[in-house]
């Protein structure tokens, strides 16, 4: 089994900055891939960015330019640095990890509320 725990979020103004972080323990086979996802209020739940085991990233266009994803695999921690964020990035952000052998594992989220 694989554990994610998140943290970093909170309540931040338009034009702030927070960093998320998601810490991976268990069985934790590579490589494998993570990401952060994010439902807002209403929302289905939606991809923010991923980071591969090479540390290639792909984003989602909303995000471009103003969130970095990273991981430290010594570590076993993602990040995600969001800057500029805006209310319409308002939404529980949650931890994802995939590994090669269809292992498909979701933290239990941290909210971010971003005020206008």
């Known amino acids: 089994q694989v554990q994610l725990v998140e943290s970093g979020g909170g309540l931040v103004q338009a034009g702030g900055s927070l960093r998320l972080s998601c810490v991976a323990s268990?069985?934790?086979?590579?490589?494998?891939?993570m990401g952060w996802y994010r439902q807002g209020p209403g929302n289905q739940r939606e991809l923010v960015a991923t980071i591969d085991a090479g540390a290639y990233t792909n984003y989602a266009d909303s995000v471009k330019g103003r969130f970095t994803v990273s991981r430290d695999n010594v570590k076993n921690t993602m990040y995600l640095q969001m800057n500029s964020l805006k209310p319409e990035d308002t939404a529980v952000y949650y931890c994802n990890l995939r590994n090669a052998y269809g292992g498909k594992y979701w933290g239990q989220g941290t909210q971010v509320t971003v005020s206008s």
């Open positions: 268990g069985n934790l086979i590579r490589p494998n891939t």
